[in-house]
């Protein structure tokens, strides 16, 4: 009896082996399938023989990325070039009006200057009383002119130099 207790554990566990390798067997051969089919696409992938060619596509990405490249830095160099032209512009402007005849008139005499980054420009100065206005332009480098600049002048000189 003990002998075929041992033969029936024995064929059991052999059994039991067996049906365990089977499985194992069938799931190497779905796994080896699986694995075929994707070393299949991944050929085609590299070689090009499906639709998509992956080193054609990474040479036209690099070549865009160069042509890119260079329009960003023409760009750069276009920005620069505005950027120093606008630095000459003389797009700052300072008015101080102002009444040139303390004993008669208002504020209607002005200076006004128009000068860029560096201060280099023109001020223009008018002058009003009841019958006729005057009007004078001095040219300006670096904040002053070789000609005198009154303290209005120089007012709306400074004035235009004040960013808001």
């Known amino acids: 009896m003990e002998n075929l207790v ?3 554990d ?3 566990l052999l059994l039991a082996c067996s049906v365990l390798i089977l499985v194992f067997l069938i799931v190497v051969i779905i796994l080896w399938s699986k694995l075929n089919k994707l070393r299949k696409m991944y050929l085609s992938m590299l070689n090009g023989s499906g639709t998509l060619n992956v080193e054609e596509t990474l040479i036209e990405i690099q070549q865009n990325n160069a042509v890119l490249k260079q329009e960003t830095d023409n760009v750069q160099q276009q920005m620069d070039a505005i950027i120093g032209q606008m630095k000459k512009m003389k797009s ?3 008015v101080y009006r102002f009444n040139a005849f ?5 504020d209607q005499s002005f200076s006004i200057a128009l000068v860029d ?3 280099d420009g023109v001020v223009i100065s008018g002058i ?7 009007v004078f332009a001095k040219p300006l480098e670096r904040g002053t002119s070789k000609y ?3 303290s209005e002048e120089k007012e709306a000189i400074l004035r235009s130099g004040q960013k808001k």
């Open 92 to 94: 700052n402007l300072g």
């Open 148 to 150: 005198m600049l009154s």
């Open 102 to 106: 303390a004993e008669s008139g208002s």
């Open 128 to 134: 009003h009383n009841r019958d006729e206005t005057y």
């Open 6 to 8: 041992q033969l029936l």
């Open 10 to 12: 024995a064929r059991l």
């Open 117 to 119: 980054d560096e201060k």
